[in-house]
């Protein structure tokens, strides 16, 4: 006959508690995120550039100047701001 301090120690399996699966949570999700973004990353490896890429980028901006004007702005912006008043 088992007594009421046997029955309560007995212990149920790892895989019954809700704080295991919670604690498991974040490794598994990390885990599966990672495979998901290997795979993505192997089965859509980028282009290999060719050799006169730079070359060409360079003809494009020589080609249409008003194309570095937004970050030339921002560049002189950033070297001499102009000063604002407080409000």
Same mark, same amino acid.
């Given at each position: 006959?088992?007594?009421?301090?046997?029955?309560?120690?007995?212990?149920?399996?790892?895989?019954?508690?809700?704080?295991?699966?919670?604690?498991?949570?974040? *490794?598994?999700?990390?885990?599966? /995120?990672?495979? $998901?973004?290997?795979?993505? &990353?192997?089965?859509?490896?980028? =282009?290999?550039?060719?050799?006169?890429?730079?070359?060409?980028?360079?003809?494009?901006?020589?080609?249409? *100047?008003?194309?570095?004007?937004? /970050?030339?702005? $921002?560049?002189?912006?950033? &070297?001499?701001?102009?000063?604002? =008043?407080?409000?």
């Amino acid at each position: 006959m088992k007594t009421s301090l046997q029955s309560s120690l007995q212990t149920r399996p790892w895989y019954r508690y809700g704080m295991v699966w919670f604690l498991l949570a974040g *490794p598994i999700t990390v885990i599966v /995120a990672g495979v $998901a973004t290997a795979y993505i &990353a192997m089965s859509a490896p980028d =282009p290999v550039l060719a050799n006169d890429a730079y070359e060409f980028g360079q003809s494009q901006q020589a080609q249409d *100047p008003r194309s570095l004007l937004p /970050a030339q702005k $921002a560049r002189n912006h950033a &070297a001499t701001p102009e000063d604002v =008043p407080i409000r």
